[in-house]
């Protein structure tokens, strides 16, 4: 089983939906990410928790939000996407910010 | 702000040639990572460099840290098809991970 699983793999919304993407982690790590990448601009941090009762600010956490429901799982909304909001979604995980970020397969999100 | 360039951005070779990638900056990191990324995938880890100087070998990968740790380069000797991937580099500093943009490497068999 991986260590790191993210659902759905691949949704399509329309415009002011509002869509929650989930990730679960095996590996007993504190510290977990999300991450968007886009063609051309590589990957950006959205938020990142060091533990359940700490979350933080990445790069470009506008229109989005996000829940630490326990060590192993953290979820990432977006209240009503929109078009700019498509990319390819990455949960990731680590124990220390040096240590090796074990990454999800990724969920691709088409907004319409 | 980028503070990662990573160069080339695009990068088509025969198989067996060999290859230097780059990831710059103008700021000090307290390590370096590379990552390698297939398509569908997410990145995995390749090797972090820590001390300025540092070279590491990964079979034919050869990754090293500059002298003040501002900059890395990853070299592959006699490429293979199954190289072929996009290559990240991501920064450490004050408890923040950068990454970079990513080299895309294609190795024509």
């Known amino acids: 089983d991986a260590d790191v699983t993210q659902t759905p793999r691949n949704r399509i919304t329309k415009t002011g939906k509002r869509i929650m993407l989930e990730c679960s982690q095996t590996?007993?790590?504190?510290?977990m990410y999300w991450y968007r990448q886009d063609p051309g601009l590589g990957l950006r941090l959205i938020y990142y928790?060091?533990?359940?009762?700490?979350?933080n600010k990445g790069e470009i956490s506008d229109g989005y939000s996000v829940s630490r429901q326990a060590q192993a799982k953290f979820s990432l909304s977006l209240e009503s996407a929109i078009p700019n909001q498509t990319a390819l979604y990455f949960c990731?995980?680590?124990?220390?910010?040096?240590?090796?970020?074990?990454f999800g397969p990724g969920t691709r999100l088409t907004v319409l | 702000t980028q503070l990662l360039e990573q160069s080339p951005q695009f990068l088509s070779i025969q198989e067996g040639e060999n290859l230097t990638v780059y990831c710059n900056s103008s700021?000090?990191?307290?390590?370096l990572q590379w990552y390698r990324q297939e398509p569908g995938e997410g990145p995995v880890l390749l090797v972090t460099?820590?001390?300025?100087?540092e070279v590491k070998k990964l079979k034919r990968l050869t990754f090293q840290f500059g002298d003040a740790r501002k900059d890395s380069s990853l070299h592959i000797t006699a490429a293979q098809p199954g190289d072929t991937g996009l290559y990240l580099c991501?920064?450490?500093?004050?408890?923040?991970?950068?990454f970079g943009k990513g080299t895309r490497l294609h190795i024509l068999p």
């Open positions: 460099v820590v001390t300025g100087g």
């Open positions: 990731a995980t680590g124990r220390e910010v040096t240590d090796t970020q074990y």
């Open positions: 590996k007993g790590h504190d510290r």
């Open positions: 991501a920064g450490h500093r004050d408890d923040k991970i950068i």
């Open positions: 700021s000090v990191f307290s390590s």
């Open positions: 928790s060091f533990d359940v009762k700490d979350i």
